[in-house]
């Protein structure tokens, strides 16, 4: 899998929620919500072709990891987040 294509969803310090992808300098987006960064986040992958897409709390450490279609992760979970 391509790791210029992998994203990571984090809070910045005006309390917006940043979509970026790894390789960035910029977010592809701001959002309000942590949900609505996910979502957009999720969409961007599934049309760029897949990657991993990371999600950081509210304290900066790492929440949630999910391949998303159709990367191909070497090591897929048993459950799947959604």
Same mark, same amino acid.
């Given at each position: 899998?391509?790791?210029?294509? !992998?994203? /990571? &969803?984090? #809070?910045?310090?005006?309390?917006?929620? $940043?979509?970026? %992808?790894? *390789?960035? *300098?910029?977010?592809?987006?701001? @959002? *309000?919500? #942590?949900?609505?960064?996910?979502?957009?986040?999720?969409?961007?992958?599934?049309? #760029? =072709?897949? =990657?991993?897409?990371? &999600?950081?709390?509210?304290? =900066?450490?790492? %929440?949630?990891?999910? /391949? $998303?279609?159709?990367?191909? !992760?070497?090591?897929?979970?048993? *459950?799947?987040? @959604?």
């Amino acid at each position: 899998m391509s790791k210029d294509r !992998d994203r /990571t &969803i984090y #809070q910045r310090g005006d309390g917006k929620w $940043v979509n970026k %992808r790894n *390789d960035a *300098d910029r977010a592809s987006s701001l @959002h *309000d919500t #942590q949900g609505d960064a996910a979502r957009a986040g999720r969409d961007m992958l599934g049309r #760029q =072709g897949g =990657g991993e897409l990371t &999600i950081k709390g509210l304290d =900066g450490r790492f %929440r949630s990891k999910d /391949t $998303v279609a159709p990367g191909n !992760d070497p090591n897929p979970p048993r *459950d799947r987040e @959604h």
